[in-house]
């Protein structure tokens, strides 16, 4: 006889598989911790197996469990739907995305982004997480984040991704530093300068530290910080010399109060959307990829000022 499953079961299924503990699940789905227990608990039992691994508190999906949450995802999309076809405009997009992005992109561009996109979808819930590339790779792996956007590209085997747009770093140091009034850093002066950088797995410090090797330049990292903000107060205060993308300079390089830095350092790179192959990929997944295809962010990256 064919296991009888509920919207329920299903529904506790993904919403654990999303926050890792039955307790999160409950308090989203408005339920108590023995019911949702209990679903889960359920569930497994009418299908004769395990979905997750678990680790005291925190559940994790098992091989079987990453295979079949895009299949209750999309049942649960399509119960969505027909609620909505019965309740809503026809056409209207409706429904939660859990996006992760790495500090750049989810600190310049996607904020304004996102705040497009749910202007034109008032059904929507678009829920924004900043993590560093190395960290938003794992979590679209384990079907934590419905997309992911990262700096530089994506090569993990097992996820998809696409180039989304392009930008460049540029090297900064305070008005002050002694490099300040220099028309070009030689490799010399680069492997001898203290430099205050992202910490390692981050995207910022992947392109600064290739552009280095391929200039056989060793950086003498003085400081590592995770957020663009304390980097640019340690350049400000003269401790060293920063590389940060332009988008998160552009406002100290107006003001004069960074100077970018002139090298032979090939600091392009591009930013990328990455996500699961066998992560479902709802009408709103669909929509807001297209959306942020269209809205390539060229006149931003375009506008910031280049290095001299």
């Known amino acids: 006889m064919t296991p009888m499953v509920s919207f329920r079961q299903l529904q506790v299924f993904a919403t654990v598989a999303r926050l890792g503990s039955v307790s999160a699940a409950a308090r989203e789905l408005c339920l108590s911790q023995s019911a949702t227990s209990q679903a889960l608990s359920e569930l497994e039992r009418q299908l004769g197996v395990a979905l997750f ?13 990453r295979q079949l949450l895009p299949r209750a995802e999309q049942l649960l999309d399509g119960v969505d739907a027909f609620v909505a076809a019965a309740t809503e405009p026809e056409g209207e997009l409706h429904g939660v995305l859990d996006v992760a992005a790495s500090a750049t992109v989810g600190t310049y561009l996607l904020p304004g982004l996102v705040g497009r996109f749910s202007e034109a979808h008032p059904g929507t819930d678009l829920r924004l997480r900043l993590r560093n590339t190395h960290e938003v790779i794992r979590d679209v792996l384990r079907l934590e984040a419905d997309l992911g956007l990262v700096e530089g590209e994506c090569r993990e085997p097992r996820l998809e991704s696409e180039s989304w747009c392009e930008d460049r770093l540029v090297v900064v140091c305070a008005p002050s530093h002694p490099l300040a009034g220099h028309a070009r850093l030689d490799d010399i002066a680069l492997e001898e300068a203290a430099w205050i950088l992202r910490e390692p797995g981050s995207g910022t410090r992947e392109v600064f530290e290739q552009a280095m090797r391929d200039r056989g330049v060793l950086p003498r990292v ?65 929509a807001f990829k297209v959306f942020l295809r269209e809205s390539t962010p060229v006149e931003h990256l375009q506008a910031v000022p280049a290095q001299r």
């Open 53 to 65: 691994e678990r680790h005291g508190r925190r559940l994790r999906l098992n091989d079987l469990g």
């Open 222 to 286: 003085r400081m590592e910080l995770g957020q663009h903000e304390a980097i640019k107060q340690a350049v400000l205060a003269g401790l060293g010399l920063g590389c940060l993308s332009r988008l998160s300079v552009a406002g100290e390089l107006a003001r004069g109060e960074l100077v970018p830095l002139d090298s032979e350092l090939d600091l392009r790179r591009t930013f990328s959307l990455v996500w699961h192959p066998g992560r479902y990929r709802s009408p709103l997944w669909q």
